[in-house]
């Protein structure tokens, strides 16, 4: 028997949760079939023919998830964001949005962002599933969605409108996989990045370490759990959706005393040297 993946406690029943709710891949279908193949990290997944696997219908992924769950998570992330997507998506997240409605639209994402990516999250079809992309997101970094609690303040989710196109990258940005202190001990900075047609979703969990977000401060791109924005998407640039490039070290260490207490200069644009000039006196060893 297999735990529910968000509560890690009571077990999982029938189909799990949908992390793409059914009925957003069903309006999607209604209104063309997916115009892009499926990729992982950038390399299109082929069939036997050698051509990019290519699918009529927009694929499931699915979550084993409680009952207990599966309500809490329709109530309070389904529900309030439903009549929202359904009026923002076909359109490429573009239109009018008063700021409760774009705080209903971040809360939604983020729970598609943190279980997209679950070890036992299942696509419908096997060779997708065979290559999707396996995150570092734990139950810990879940409770907040069935707790009744805010977002962690350093749960980020930034969004900006983007294109499929690869392009050039804006600016590069140093956000380490997991950070080690002088007694050993690390704390992971999971992240998962998603594009979808008209929009680049990016939500990192950066505990006691700000991240001075470059595409925030030209106000290119919007954060969406913590400052809601109002207004329109179409108001932002459009950028490629490799506009941020992210340097991920495997670990960074920090300087001996230093701790993850919210005091450390941000994590940010990367230029010369590998590490931010800001930075230079915070980190002691990065392994590329
Ligand atoms: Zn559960």
Redesign the pocket.
């Known amino acids: 028997m297999v735990?529910?993946v968000?509560?890690?406690?009571?077990p999982?029943v029938g189909k799990g949760e949908h992390v793409w709710p059914a009925w957003f891949l069903k309006d999607a279908d209604a209104a063309g079939a997916p115009s892009f193949g499926w990729s992982s990290n950038g390399e299109a997944l082929l069939n036997r023919d050698d051509e990019p696997l290519h699918f009529a219908e927009r694929q499931r992924l699915l979550v084993p998830?409680?009952r207990?769950?599966?309500a809490t998570l329709d109530t309070r992330f389904e529900k309030p964001a439903k009549e929202i997507v359904r009026r923002l998506a076909p359109n490429s997240w573009v239109g009018d949005a008063e700021a409760r409605e774009w705080a209903a639209v971040g809360l939604w994402f983020a729970k598609i962002l943190l279980l997209a990516t679950h070890p036992l999250a299942m696509h419908q079809h096997p060779k997708i599933n065979k290559h999707r992309i396996i995150g570092d997101w734990e139950t810990e970094h879940f409770s907040w969605l069935?707790d009744g609690t805010p977002p962690p303040p350093d749960l980020s989710l930034w969004a900006f409108r983007a294109e499929r196109e690869k392009g050039t990258p804006t600016a590069r940005v140093l956000l380490p996989k997991v950070v080690q202190l002088d007694d050993g001990s690390t704390t992971p900075f999971p992240m998962t990045m998603i594009t979808l047609e008209g929009i680049c979703l990016t939500l990192v969990y950066h505990p006691g370490w700000a991240i001075d977000h470059p595409l925030v401060a030209e106000g290119a791109a919007w954060e969406l759990l913590h400052n809601t924005p109002e207004g329109d998407l179409a108001d932002l640039p459009l950028l490629p959706f490799n506009a941020i490039n992210w340097r991920r070290p495997n670990t960074v260490v920090l300087e001996d005393g230093l701790r993850l207490d919210g005091t450390l200069p941000p994590l940010g644009v990367i230029t010369g040297s590998p590490i931010p000039g800001s930075l230079i006196d915070v980190i002691r060893a990065a392994s590329f």
Not at 6 to 10: A, F, L, S, T, V
């Open positions: 735990n529910c968000i509560c890690g406690i009571r999982a998830a409680c207990s769950c599966n069935i």
